[in-house]
């Protein structure tokens, strides 16, 4: 049964820019051995195979420390090409995602390095001809698989299935996949190595790559990137996640930096509010604040009190500085400067800001919410707990008007 992968249902956070250049390097290296083959018949070929395999393969019989690499950008036909090429972009760019454009270029490089290792290892061992040249990418593309199946386990791959008259395509876990497709490629070298001889396929370096990836990813931290991705079954939600997780970690680790940087702990607020960790927002949108009234910046502190509220967590700032607050935005949120009038006149009632805020709330509520029945509470509460001050004087005054 023939299983070829179209797609992922997993979006993207960033473009995959390096997946895309090694597939320009295969393709533009293929494409002038192929004109180079064409163009000089004659001088094409050394021994049985064209010059480029013969000078960039990797031989078992004359190695070349640097036929490591280039061995990894030369194949044999287009139909080699295109499904390597096919393979490196569904999974190497979702790869790339994850750990960065030079975590890839790493993993195509070291991947490729085990791959050539293992069948070299492998071959001898087994006695195959050692003047069979080693070229292709796919031992680096099975070690980016190899990563892809721990790091995206849940991650569906719409493949198409080709299995004698039957040809439908299906969705199905990449975990389940890629453990399929490695299992062929274990029974296919069990066969090569009973029936000697094989298919011309390096099924011993897809085996040495794919287990140098999955090897690798508990290193990178790919467990628990993977469960703390997968929250819900929808994946643009969990791509979200992943994207509020990344800012927090940036923005922390900026802040260490800058411990200082009152911006930083703004944007460091916003990712904590945005992800859901209302806690943690709670203190940084404190920290925040606290920066801005520190240097006089009371209208920052009032527009990042704003958002402190939405983060729905208690916080405590000061009686002075939520009288503040409150006057400032009074014009154009008298809901919320009469939620903090109201605060502060209850839990501080020996402080002058009490008193302050019980003549503030009477006003709003008589002249901007429509709440005369709250008003005259106000003024009343002023006169009965203040009876000697100047606000319970102005209280009777407008109480008796």
Known sequence: MLLVPFRTDRPRLRPAYLTALLIAVNVLVYVAWAVQSWCAPSSARSGSYPEAIASFGLWGTHLQPLAFVTHLFIHTDPLHLAGNMLFLWIFGSLIEDAIRPWGLAALYLGGGIVAAWVHLTLSTALGYDANVPLVGASGSIAAIMGLFMVRFFRTRVELFCWFGWIRRRLWVQSAWAL?????????????????????????????????????IAPLLGSLAAARSEYVSDDPVANLHAVGQAERIAEAERALKASP??????????????????????????????????????????????????????????????????????????????????????TRYPTRDEAQQSLQCLAHLCRHRLNRPEEARYCLDELVRRYPESEQATAARRVADA
């Open 179 to 215: 453990l399929y497709w490695i299992g062929l490629e274990t029974i296919s070298g069990l066969m090569d190595a009973f029936y000697d001889g094989g298919d011309g396929i390096s099924h011993w370096a897809h085996l040495g790559g794919f287990a140098a990836g999955a090897a």
């Open 260 to 345: 200082n940087d009152v911006r930083l702990l703004y944007w460091l607020a916003q990712a904590y509010r945005k992800s859901g960790q209302d806690r943690q927002a709670t203190a940084a949108y404190k920290r925040c604040l606290k920066r801005h009234a520190e240097h006089g910046r009371l209208k920052r502190a009032a527009e990042v009190y704003l958002e402190l509220v939405q983060t729905g967590e208690s916080t405590d700032l000061g009686p002075e500085l939520l009288f503040q607050i409150a006057q400032y935005i009074e014009a154009d949120h008298p809901g919320e400067a009469a939620q903090i009038y109201r605060s502060l006149a």
